[in-house]
């Protein structure tokens, strides 16, 4: 975008007058996350009905798994074009767009007549979905100005760390009670309603959009590699570790096609799908490092404590979402708080404080056992969602303030996509991990198959009490890994920034890059 440095000094509407955000504010940022949530929720919602699905559909685990695993690589693959598509259309239009496509999505799926078409839709959803994360944070970002950047990221956050707590909850009760159909078809009122409220209240862009031409080459390096990575992390967790000659494979094409595109933006510098040159800003790389870990601390725990509830202690998947929950409260407890200190005072002061908390919450699971007290494990739930309540969004709000504003739409899209690779990669190492635990423990209950906890599922009641303490000793070595995978944020929570935004009104002109 092509703005003189006068017109930068005056800040959007709303972002100046004072560090409260308005009423027109907080109102768009509530329609950015009636959108936001139905793609959150779509993230966790379906994990509760692979069972009902595999018995509808006359089909394995081994099929049945690509209707989430299609829609996390659609979404991956996404990603990237978002900042191109709204410093080219703007983030109106681009929003709008993304609504349509999840929506569309979302109807085909429910329609679906075997797996095959089933799988396909899920990718038309995805790819609507990943649109929507960093499409509405390069929204409101632009609309809060970085001086409210803590408080704006605190209201979009809310379904980020909510949507894992309701998603299951959702989806059980719709499987469980209504038909699984209805886990696609109820985005179609909310998508009508987010889509209203957009025409409604999404401000037009003004100007011209300048966006360089698409960057085909980075298109045809960044978000393959971004698939074979996320496909080899897959397979890693479906077969048993990340030894196979096939899962290494999978995982060094991703990472040579990462390496080839990073060599590629380097070059092309401004005009590529994502400038590499961002990381050359310590406060934006630190709070990337920040970023990734808080994505495995948060999905991997996703993983292992709805597993835990449903194998260890023999409970449903209806109630294993209710037993969540407390993580869901404490996050929305400590958000707005922790966005109010972040302009106040600077992340470098909020997002330590947030890890400890985060880590004292994951102890007692590092320790559970087979009779451990649902009240111990949700008070440490509750403690666990004031951890990551201070953590993702201070970070990420740190990530942005240090950015241009013609720079801030591709530097959101980059941050979602380091969570979304930190959420994958803690998801497939801790399968792995509990996979390896369960088989060394219960060779029997593990050789059923693939993923966490093979065939556990499928024990029945009367012997899942005779097994449930050495299954509860696998979880809980699990959890050790997740306690440390947690505890390295540490490092980089220590180099964020500590002094608040008061000082500024405006984005600064050019990225400190060099």
Known sequence: MSESPATRVAPPA?????????????????????????????????NVALETLGRDFDTGLSTIQWVITGYMLAM????????????????????????????????????????????????VQGLGGGMLMPTGMAILTMAAGPRRMGRIMSIVGVPMLLGPVLGPVLGGWLVQDVDWRWIFFVNLPVGALAFALAWWKVPHDHGEHTAPRIDLRGLLLLPPGFVLLIYGLSTASSN?????????????????????????????????????????????????????????????????????????????????????????????????????????????????????????????????????????????????????????????????TTLSRAVVS??????????????????????????????????????????????VGQIPERVREQLAPKLADAFAHTFWIALVLTAVLILPALLLPRHGAHERDTVPDAPPMG
């Open 410 to 455: 591709r530097a959101s899209s980059t941050l979602n996509i380091i969570v979304q690779l930190g959420g994958s990669v803690g998801t497939a190492l801790l399968a792995v991990v509990l996979s390896r635990q369960i088989s060394d423990r219960l060779p029997q209950a593990a050789g059923g198959g693939g993923g966490a906890g093979g065939g």
């Open 14 to 46: 709303g972002a100046g007058g004072g560090e409260r955000l308005d009423r027109q504010t907080i109102v768009l940022g509530l329609v950015i996350v009636s959108g936001t949530l139905m793609a959150i929720l779509d993230t966790t919602i379906v």
């Open 240 to 400: 048993g570790g990340f030894g196979r000659p096939s899962t290494i494979a999978w995982l060094v094409g991703g990472v040579v096609l990462i390496a080839l595109f990073a060599l590629h933006s380097l070059r092309r510098r401004g005009r590529a799908l994502i400038d590499v040159r961002l990381f050359a800003d310590r406060t934006f790389a630190t709070a990337a490092v920040a970023v990734f870990f808080v994505g495995i601390a948060l999905m991997g725990s996703m993983l292992l404590i709805p597993l835990y509830y449903q194998t260890a202690r023999g409970e449903g998947a209806f109630a294993a979402g209710l037993l969540l929950a407390p993580q869901g409260l404490g996050a929305a407890t400590a958000m707005p708080l922790a966005g109010v200190v972040t302009d106040k005072l600077g992340a470098g002061r909020i997002v330590p404080v947030g890890i400890v908390v985060l880590v004292l919450g994951t102890i007692p699971f590092a320790t559970v056992g087979a009779d451990t007290s649902y009240w111990l494990l949700g008070g440490a739930l509750y403690v666990r969602g004031l951890g990551l309540g201070c953590t993702m969004m201070p970070t990420m709000s740190a990530a942005l």
């Open 76 to 123: 991956g693959t996404v990603i990237p074009l978002t900042g191109w598509a709204v410093d080219r259309f703007g983030g109106r239009r681009v929003w709008m767009t993304s609504i349509v496509l999840f929506v569309l999505g979302s109807a085909l799926s429910g329609a679906a007549w075997n797996i095959e078409s089933l799988i396909v839709f899920r990718v």
